[in-house]
């Protein structure tokens, strides 16, 4: 009899798969994977298998100038933490016939588990089974779905073109920015990444277009009008003759004072009248970047909190996967609805009690399924939920129930007025059906034209009004709102908003679901905010101020000395869209890596190439040694202090044939010549602190970081 292996992504899922495996509970449990028979389920802790660091394909690599990196074979390495897990799986693959890849249902984890069976040279069968979410009537769904792995090798070519892609990007330019920035006087770490760099792009350009922007005055003339007892409003319309800017604005006041004399005695004279009825629809199910988005406008809940918590939920089995890019449910899950809704309604969820299992919303569609189906409760109830965890579960849970609701239907009307031959116009609407906005009172009303006209009277064509009484307003142009971490996300999901509409993939890109991943944006938010990476302190990109997102001069430094093509959204939007066409086998990885191995060489010759505009208020001090280059400051991981060295590398001591190394006093090079004979002294520790003239050996005693010439050290 066949041995038969399941290897999850995370233990939580090995440990899902093994419940419903084996409900009695009769499985042996063992240190990394459970078994009972010829049946063995066993784990992985998502990424145990990383690409090697630069110095694994050669010493040399070890310093960051040598460069650019570029792999014929690829190295990798299992994390350290994780070396113990992977010698489990190889032991249980040894006695394994058929595998069953259960890796989350997405690139990555198509990649993680095909990396580590590629890695241990599995030679047996490998099946697909995609588990959406964890609880048993999911599980029962996808055991019955199980396939053959090899209808998904697009998705592990996609998942390995993104992981090399970002490696190439990262390590061979964060190298080749910094390298060269440092002859410049930088000090920081230029981090490129991929994603990275057009992400902080968004919120540098904002910040300027805010910096940048002047208010303008501008004024219209309203009108109130009465007919049957019902208000309403109306705004004059320029006409083309008037001096109008750009946006067809009145800027002078002294004009609508004119007109507002004229129209105040006129007849109202109702001219046009148009009806359209229109439909809204229940709004989607989250995908995890809209939660977030939804999360963060309502709660000030960052992303990287949504989806820890939408994760333990996960793992508590009341909600679907959470990495989800999607906002559709397949057909054949409509019937869950039967068994979800009367759960929901249990918990008080507004609207469950009343949904119409009958009805079936435009969520319910498989052609729009990716990898993943919407973020939908399981019907699992929950239990001793946080105050966060409950405000989360019940955003996705209401999303739900509103697919069981009918549309709301309203009818438009736009209308204009003729007043001494001048024209207003407005707009309003009837409502004809509540439907789903019944059980959403808070869901905000879609903006009018004119956004106070939530009720009009009846009004007929050449039919007269009442009364009117006009005003004219003062109004300013508004600067565009800075980021938050919500919006920011949704840029970075929605990235062909802020692609140039000349590009011709610009409709294309809707179909790329943005830059990153539902897993990672979060993650390069946070990371570009942070102060300290990997124990080692960093100069952070952008802060938070309140909400608000805005760029740190070093972040804005950054944006201004690369090459622009890294900032565009277009470039890596265009990735994205390349690593789907993987994804759909129009593409061919190799092909893919040249396109990026090209752009890495065009990068490197744009750094090397650039001169470095020098940061606000720095200035360098020329080296006293051969006044062809500057003093740069260094920090010494091995030592943990600051030091200066001169920024041309043929620059050495004239005495002893070595490089000078110069202190460090609050940032600026302390530069001290000997007294007799001129020669630059040298900072010593050793059996003490002491100053050293290296050409006439005298030696002088250190006195608050300086030498001390009153007194020689004996």
């Not at 078994?35 to 389920?41: P, Q, Y």
């Not at 190295?75 to 010698?87: H, M, R, S, Y």
């Not at 990716?370 to 409760?377: D, G, K, N, V």
């Not at 939007?573 to 061919?588: D, F, N, R, T």
């Amino acid at each position: 009899m066949s041995k038969v292996t399941y290897i999850a992504e995370k233990p939580d899922i090995g440990k899902a798969l093994a419940a419903y495996l084996w409900p009695a509970g009769n499985c042996h449990k063992e240190k990394g994977f459970i078994w009972l028979g010829d049946t063995t389920v066993t784990w992985a802790f998502g990424h145990i298998l990383g690409l090697a660091s630069p110095e694994e394909y050669g010493e040399e690599y070890k310093a960051w100038a040598n460069y650019p990196v570029l792999p014929n074979v690829w190295k990798v390495k299992p994390a350290a933490a994780a070396v113990a897990q992977l010698t489990i799986i190889k032991k249980i693959l040894m006695e394994t016939d058929l595998v069953v890849h259960a890796g989350d249902p997405d690139k990555e984890g198509q990649l993680i588990i095909d990396e580590i069976l590629n890695y241990l040279h599995f030679k047996g069968k490998v099946q697909r089974i995609l588990i959406h979410a964890k609880d048993d009537e999911s599980l029962k769904r996808a055991f019955s779905q199980i396939t053959d792995n090899e209808r998904y090798k697009n998705l592990y070519y996609a998942g390995l073109g993104r992981e090399q892609a970002d490696w190439l990007i990262g390590m061979n330019l964060t190298r080749a920015y910094t390298v060269n920035a440092r002859k410049y006087g930088y000090e920081n770490t230029f981090r490129i990444g991929r994603v990275k760099v057009p992400t902080l792009a968004l919120v540098v350009k904002r910040e300027k277009e805010i910096k940048g922007f002047q208010p303008t005055k501008y004024y219209e003339l309203k009108g109130i009008f009465d007919k049957d007892g019902i208000p309403f409003k109306a705004t004059l319309k320029p006409s083309e003759k008037l001096p109008l800017d750009e946006e067809n604005r009145i800027k002078d006041k002294s004009i609508l004072q004119a007109f507002k004399m004229k129209v105040e005695k006129a007849l109202v004279i109702v001219k046009n009248v148009q009806e359209k009825d229109m439909v809204q629809y229940p709004p989607l199910p989250y995908s995890l970047d809209t939660l977030q988005v939804e999360a963060n406008q309502k709660y000030d809940f960052s992303p990287k909190e949504v989806l820890a918590i939408v994760q333990d939920l996960y793992e508590k089995k009341y909600v679907s996967y959470p990495r989800s890019d999607c906002n559709y449910i397949p057909v054949s899950q409509k019937e869950d609805a039967a068994r979800i809704l009367p759960a929901l309604a249990a918990l008080r969820i507004t609207g469950a009690d009343a949904a119409d299992t009958k009805l079936m919303s435009k969520a319910f569609n498989d052609q729009k399924i990716t990898a993943h189906h919407a973020l939908i409760p399981t019907g699992v109830q929950p239990e001793n939920l946080t105050k966060t965890g409950q405000k989360i579960y019940a955003l996705i849970a209401k999303r739900y129930v509103l697919q069981f609701f009918p549309a709301h239907e309203y009818k438009k009307i736009t209308f204009t007025l003729a007043i001494a031959d001048e024209i207003f116009v407005g707009s309003g609407r009837v409502i004809l059906k509540q439907g789903y906005k019944s059980c959403e009172p808070e869901e905000k009303e879609t903006k009018l034209v004119d956004e106070s006209n939530l009720k009009l009277p009846t009004l007929v064509i050449g039919g007269g009004i009442e009364k009117a009484n006009y005003s004219i307003v003062d109004k300013v142009t508004t600067p565009p709102k800075r980021f938050t971490e919500g919006t920011l996300l949704a840029a970075m999901a929605n990235i062909w908003r802020f692609v140039d509409g000349e590009n011709p993939n610009r409709e294309k890109l809707k179909e790329v679901k943005g830059i990153g991943t539902p897993a990672t944006r979060d993650t390069i938010i946070a990371e570009l905010q942070a102060n300290v990476m990997n124990g080692k302190p960093v100069e952070p990109c952008m802060t938070k101020i309140k909400k608000e997102l805005v760029p740190t001069e070093f972040g804005t430094s950054l944006i201004e000395n690369v090459d622009q093509s890294l900032t565009l959204p277009d470039a890596t939007a265009e990735m994205e869209y390349a690593l789907s066409e993987i994804s759909a086998g129009k593409k061919s990885l190799s092909e893919y890596m040249d396109e990026m191995i090209t752009m890495v060489h065009q990068n490197i010759q744009f750094a090397e190439s650039r001169k470095f505009s020098l940061q606000k208020g720095k200035v360098l001090e020329s080296c006293p040694i051969c006044s062809k280059g500057d003093l740069l400051r260094r920090y010494s991981p091995k030592v943990k202090k600051y030091f200066h060295i001169c920024s041309n590398p043929e620059c050495v001591s004239p005495v002893t044939g070595r490089k000078l190394f110069y202190e460090d006093n609050h940032g600026k090079p302390v530069v001290v010549k000997c007294p007799d004979c001129g020669t630059i002294l040298v900072r010593i520790l050793q059996n003490g602190v002491f100053w050293l003239c290296s050409k006439c050996n005298k030696i002088f005693n250190d006195k608050a970081g300086k030498p001390d010439f009153s007194l020689k050290k004996k």
